[in-house]
């Protein structure tokens, strides 16, 4: 039954650490040279960036939306 509840806040937070850590990746193959492009500082600044930007959306749009599997 834990499906049929509302996936705002958990699911923003999910959905946008996932992206945000996938769009964390794309500048380390830039430069290798510089502090702050290696390898985990990026993915871990996006995965903070994402997540919050997701609960944040999540929160306030996705709030009360159920999440339809069919």
Known sequence: MSLLLPGDEVFGGLVGTCVGAW???????????REWQKWPVTIVTGAYIGFAIGKLVGGTIGKGRNIMFE
Not at 23 to 33: E, F, H, M, Q, S
Request: hydrophobic share 55%; no cysteine; proline share 18%.
């Open 23 to 33: 769009l964390g990746a794309v500048p380390i193959p830039l430069d290798w040279d």
